[in-house]
């Protein structure tokens, strides 16, 4: 059975779109047959790294810092799947950026030189082959997100496994009012996270649709413009 691991990174948790977009996407892969535990980065006690590679170089694997990362190193060793939601907060949530820096004890210290440049892998006990990012941000255009899928996609190649694509959806708010696509976007981030488990890979055109656009973007602009001018008591 194929295991899953999933971190939503949003500050807003329950209440926030991503955890809208990333339920469906679970949801899909748990009706494929995969084992889902999903875990909120706010609710973890996690501390910045120290920056001293002692995982690397003293005790090799091994983070000397005791809080909540200890915990999650158990769960990645024993997931095939990394799953990390995250929304756009240029670029990162605070939570989100402390655990990414907490990966180093799984990665193995032996340096390769793979597709142009210095890298490296997890270590062998790591099970982990693939690392999805599922994203919504508040503006118009997806590329918004590109930041974000640059990080993440890094991320996987440094280690040395699959970056299975990201799912996106911009301007996430404008679902509330938009119920048939909201329907037609959820429907394809379930068969996205079904067609990961069961085919390996996510079709393009099922990506598509879950980042389709909603409004043209002038609209989209003009309503951020006029909240803007409405919380300054302007009118212009």
Same mark, same amino acid.
């Given at each position: ?18 955890? !809208? ?11 494929? &047959?995969?084992? #889902? ?23 090799? &694997?091994?983070? #000397? ?40 004890? #799984? ?6 030189? *793979?597709?142009? *440049?210095?890298?490296? *892998?997890?270590? $062998? ?51 509330? !009012? ?43 602009? $003009? ?14």
């Amino acid at each position: 059975m194929t295991k899953v691991l999933a971190i939503n990174g949003s500050a807003r948790m329950e209440k926030g779109y991503t955890k !809208r977009l990333l339920n469906a996407f679970l949801e899909g892969m748990k009706e494929a &047959g995969a084992a #889902i535990e999903l875990v909120y980065a706010k609710r973890l006690k996690i501390r910045p790294c120290l920056g001293d590679f002692q995982c690397w170089f003293e005790k090799v &694997g091994e983070c #000397i810092q005791a809080d909540d990362m200890q915990d999650l190193y158990v769960k990645l060793r024993e997931s095939d799947i990394f799953v990390l939601a995250i929304p756009v907060y240029l670029p990162l949530p605070g939570e989100i950026q402390n655990l990414l820096n907490r990966l180093m004890p #799984i990665v193995e210290p032996v340096l390769e030189f *793979r597709d142009g *440049r210095t890298r490296a *892998r997890f270590h $062998d006990d790591v099970r982990i082959s693939k690392i999805v990012l599922v994203s919504v941000g508040g503006w118009w255009e997806k590329e918004n997100m590109d930041s974000v899928v640059r990080i993440v996609e890094g991320i996987a190649k440094d280690v040395g496994v699959e970056f299975s694509g990201p799912v996106i959806r911009p301007h996430a708010f404008v679902m509330d !009012r938009e119920k048939d696509k909201s329907e037609e976007i959820l429907d394809a981030a379930r068969r996205a996270g079904a067609q990961l488990v069961r085919e390996g890979r996510m079709s393009a055109e099922t990506l598509d649709i879950i980042s389709q656009p909603l409004v043209s973007e002038e609209d989209l602009r $003009d309503e951020y413009n006029k909240m803007y001018r409405k919380a300054k008591g302007t009118t212009h």
